[in-house]
């Protein structure tokens, strides 16, 4: 035993290497593609465990007739289970078995399609005659597809969702840094930020690779529900914003991350001010953005917060402040909502209350909404709009039982508000998403956001980016 | 969306009267209050055993960590250590323990400290260190050993000169009067972040009735409930939350079977217990009905070991023994569902023919066992019944679904127990628990949870100068 040859590493291992491995394993606008993979690959392994199956039968009762019966037991579908049960009779068959009305033969089949957490079982249990019964069986390994939910109809304003990334580690945010112009717009250049790591990704040819993965350096654990955001800087590419740390992402090749322990504010309201608006071309400079229309919005833009070191939240001390106030309740979220000659801010504080600002006032809302806002800038109504999280069960009791298949999986939902007269007016229809949200942050170019969720079935999380069309 | 096996036991939490509440971030404070029945005196993991408590199993995964965990899906996840190996036969592991790991009392965790703890838990390895690993060798293949260190009794332990325990867990021991009372504080610099919560207070030794009522008045946020308190405790608008069902409920012989008529006889046992009324009336519909060790779920093939009564077939067996013994069977006295479940199976078996004496001595032909399923791991969970039954698992095989089917049926074949349910398990919280998730196995996963007082949908405003 001292020469042990050790087979690799298993994997799921929290080391860069397979951390960059999984990073492949995402699935990005290339979801018909990996399921119709998937599906393949389901087929080929279920395609095998009929043969299997049907030769261990065979052994048992020897050629000739038998009753065959197929219960499905596992979440597969009705045809599935009727391709699979199909598949079965025909291997049955060349093997000299053939399945024949109850009264014509002695010998019994029933075979059963479950599952277990992690395989498919097949179970033959075999009867010849009144004798005792045997069991045959086989089992290969699940595959689980990836599933995206549909955008929900809307009213006056439609929220469109738009998937835009998906991998088993936690998105903390994404910055996109080049996309295709109207009218066929998409990302193709995407720096996707996780709890270790920024990885640069490029379309090409249709498919997703990535560049680079850099590694977030920290000698702090994260806090628990870890958030960070990736803010595109003027003389580098981007700037990194975590909890006690900063780090800076380099412009030129080979891309450099250099972190460092900070408590810097994190600036809030991206994307609202022409002087730090930017885009990034191929050759990773950044060039400074359209122009945002009307003149207040630079105003919002130059707020920064303080962000708590080992929690969840901003502490509510304010760089430089709204008017006269330098502090607010420790808060989650903000969001700008640029008026004419000041901007009104609002801040989703800790304690469930919403915190409106105009340099002058602190007006207390306590609203329905969760801890998760932020402010975009679209064509339709006053030009601003507050989207806000919500529990998607927020206005009905669920129960899920134990007993019953209605167990009650919603996730959150966004919507948007405008807020006429400081009371929030619902404009558009929630969008629902299959999980919890994790995170809401406007994207740079302020007229759409990012919605990262946490999709519980799925054992994933899934980016999207909500864009707007107003309303005919 | 329809959910299937697994998945729907999975997802098979009670969510009653849920507030209406927004989506909100977890908030960091406050103070769980626990309670629980079971008396703990020891908090030492290596005091326990691989078939510890669901209670047991839960304090002890606060305080301190494994090298691996597993999920609801029996996969693997790091822990203490970040990567493993094994030698071709599966005989010989190596581990990569994670950097810069501190316990409670600052001490920096070392692969010796690792070693120590599992050589005391599991005697028959062979656990050193090898330069940067921490290797294990068995004397057979193990396969599963990855998987086995998930369990509780293999959490990593430090005991100082004073005997006073620490771990690398997210809580550490403020305060502990044990068998009554167990206080943990969060760990600000829990390598995978500090818990939400403060503090959790743990009461022990409390019966589930004092328990409910102690969630109805307030003075508990979480307690334990018995399957036929769940109707009562959902109509009090209580969260009501089950795990898959993880606990085997079984009829275990003290011995083996020493004649072909005994065989008959525990045929006819077997045969004349009404799983599925029984089922319906004392168990309030909660848990499966089972013929097999280990649940459906885990498996996939549980289904083919049957559960129906079969009267004639058992009183047929019964009258080819001429006299057959009155058997005593043992329950535990505090546990009153046990009492109620071996008084209804003798009853059943009264109708074939057979007498069963149900008593609380020790000292008794059959014991009615309620055996907590120790992993998601289906290897381990049925080596884990086979040890909690004083049986030997047989050996051998891959690994595979079909050697789990054939061993599990080689262990039923000793007629040495006759499994009755799966039954899940239940707590009660309070509205205030936030983001507590119960795993399919049980497991609490409180690190996560958050205690909040968000106040239902309203819309105020209210200005400030």
Not at chain 1, 162 to 177: K, S
Not at chain 1, 301 to 311: D, V
Not at chain 2, 350 to 362: E, K, S, Y
Request: with cysteine.
């Amino acid at each position: 035993m001292q020469n042990a040859v050790y087979n690799s590493p298993i994997r799921k291992m929290v080391n860069p290497a397979s951390r960059a491995a999984h990073g492949f394993r995402v699935v990005l606008l290339l979801f018909p593609i990996v399921l119709s993979f998937i599906l393949d690959a389901r087929a080929a392994d279920s395609t095998a465990a009929e043969q299997q199956l049907a030769g261990k039968i065979a052994a048992v009762t020897g050629p000739g007739a038998v009753v065959l019966s197929v219960e499905n037991r596992s979440s597969l579908g009705k045809k599935e289970t009727d391709a699979v049960s199909g598949r079965l009779r025909v291997a049955l068959e060349s093997l000299g078995v053939r399945s024949v009305n109850p009264n014509q033969a002695a010998a019994t089949v029933a075979i059963s399609l479950s599952e277990n957490p992690t395989a498919y079982v097949w179970v033959a249990e075999i009867r010849l005659g009144a004798g005792e019964s045997s069991i045959a069986m086989v089992s290969f390994p699940r595959a689980e597809g990836p599933s995206f939910a549909h955008e929900s109809m809307s009213t006056a304003l439609t929220l469109r969702k738009i998937p835009l990334w998906a991998q088993e580690d936690r998105i903390l945010d994404i910055a996109v840094l080049d996309e295709d112009p109207p009218p066929n717009p998409g990302p193709k250049h995407i720096a996707v930020l996780d709890p270790e790591k920024v990885s640069l990704y490029r379309l090409q040819g249709g498919k997703w690779q990535q560049e680079q993965a850099l590694s977030v350096s920290h000698s702090r654990p994260w806090p628990r529900d870890l958030r960070g955001r990736l803010v595109p800087a003027k003389d580098h590419l981007l700037d990194v914003y975590l909890p006690g740390v900063l780090c800076h992402l380099s412009a030129a090749l080979p891309l450099v991350l250099t972190c460092r322990e900070s408590d810097d504010p994190w600036p809030l309201g991206r994307g609202l001010s022409p002087g730090t608006e930017t885009s990034v071309n191929s050759s990773f400079s950044a060039t400074p953005g359209p122009a945002t229309p009307g003149g207040t919005a630079s105003v919002a833009s130059s707020l920064s917060a303080f962000f708590a070191p080992t929690r969840n939240f901003f502490t509510g001390a304010l760089a430089p402040g709204v008017g006269k106030f330098r502090t607010v309740p420790k808060f989650y979220s903000a969001a700008p909502l640029p008026r004419d000659k000041y901007v009104l801010w609002l801040f989703a504080s800790v304690d469930g209350q919403l915190h409106l600002l105009d340099g002058i006032t602190d007006q207390v809302a306590r609203l329905d909404w969760g801890s998760d806002i932020a402010s975009i800038r679209t064509s339709c109504g006053s030009g601003w709009q507050v989207l806000a999280t919500s529990s998607a069960n927020a206005a009905s009791a669920s129960i899920a039982s134990a007993n019953s298949a209605s167990a009650n999986n919603a996730g959150d939902s966004v919507r948007a508000y405008e807020f006429a007269d400081r009371a929030p007016v619902a404009v558009s229809a929630p969008v629902d998403f299959a999980g919890e949200i994790t995170a809401l942050w406007t994207e740079t170019k302020g007229d759409t956001a990012l919605v990262v969720v946490r999709n519980q079935e799925a054992g994933n999380y899934e980016a999207f980016r909500l864009a707007t069309a107003c309303s005919q | 969306m329809k959910l299937f096996g697994w998945q729907r036991l999975a997802a098979s939490s009670l969510l009653l009267t849920a507030l209406a509440v927004a989506e909100t971030r977890p908030q960091y404070g406050g103070r769980l209050r626990v309670s629980l029945r079971e008396a703990m005196t020891s908090l030492d993991p290596a005091g326990g055993t691989s078939v510890a408590s669901f209670a047991r199993r839960n304090l002890t995964l606060l305080i301190f960590d494994t090298l691996t965990t597993i999920d609801d899906r029996g996969e693997l996840h790091p822990a203490l250590a970040t990567s493993w190996q094994a030698a071709s036969g599966n005989q010989r592991w190596q581990f990569r323990l994670r950097q810069g790991v501190k316990f409670h009392d600052g001490a920096l965790l070392t692969s010796d400290n690792v070693a120590s703890c599992l050589r005391t838990a599991n005697p028959s390895w062979k656990v050193f260190v090898d330069g940067d690993f921490l290797v294990i060798e068995r004397d057979t293949p193990d396969p599963n050993l990855p998987a086995e260190l998930t369990l509780s009794h293999n959490a990593v332990a430090k005991k100082d000169a004073d005997g006073k325990l620490s771990g690398t867990g997210p809580f550490h021991i403020a305060d502990w009067q044990p068998g009554k009372k167990l206080v943990l504080a969060a760990e600000e610099n829990y390598w995978r972040g500090r818990p939400f919560l403060d503090a959790i207070e743990i009461e022990m030794g409390k019966n589930l009735r004092d328990q409910l009522i102690a969630l109805e008045v307030g003075g508990a946020d979480f307690v334990e409930v018995g399957p036929e308190q769940i109707p009562r405790v959902s109509m009090d608008g209580a969260r009501v939350s089950s795990s898959a069902p993880v606990e085997l409920v079984a009829l275990l012989f003290t011995r083996d079977i020493r004649s072909p008529e005994e065989k008959l006889l525990r045929d006819a046992l077997a045969l004349c217990v009404e799983r599925a009324s029984i089922r319906s009336v004392l168990l309030q519909g909660t848990g499966q009905p089972t013929g097999g060790l280990l649940p459906n779920w885990t498996t996939g093939y549980g289904f083919v070991f049957p559960t129906d009564a079969d009267l004639p077939r058992a009183r047929q067996e019964r009258e080819q023994v001429r006299t057959a013994p009155n058997w005593s069977v043992a329950y535990d006295a505090s546990d009153s569902m046990a009492r109620l479940l071996v008084e209804r199976i003798a009853l059943n078996a009264r109708d074939a023919g057979l007498v069963l004496q149900p008593t609380t001595a020790a000292n008794a032909d059959l014991r009615l066992v309620r055996i907590a399923m120790a992993s998601s791991n289906a290897w381990i969970a049925l080596t884990n019944v086979a040890e909690a039954s004083g049986l030997v698992l047989p050996k051998g095989g891959e690994n595979s679904v079909e050697d789990m089917y054939v061993a599990e049926r080689e262990l039923l074949t000793t007629q040495r127990l006759i499994p009755l349910f799966h039954l899940p398990v239940t707590y009660a919280s309070a509205k205030t628990l936030k983001d507590w998730t119960l795993g399919a196995d049980g497991s609490w996963r409180l690190a996560d949870s958050w205690m909040g007082e968000r106040q239902g949908n309203q819309q105020t405003v209210s200005g400030k100068p």
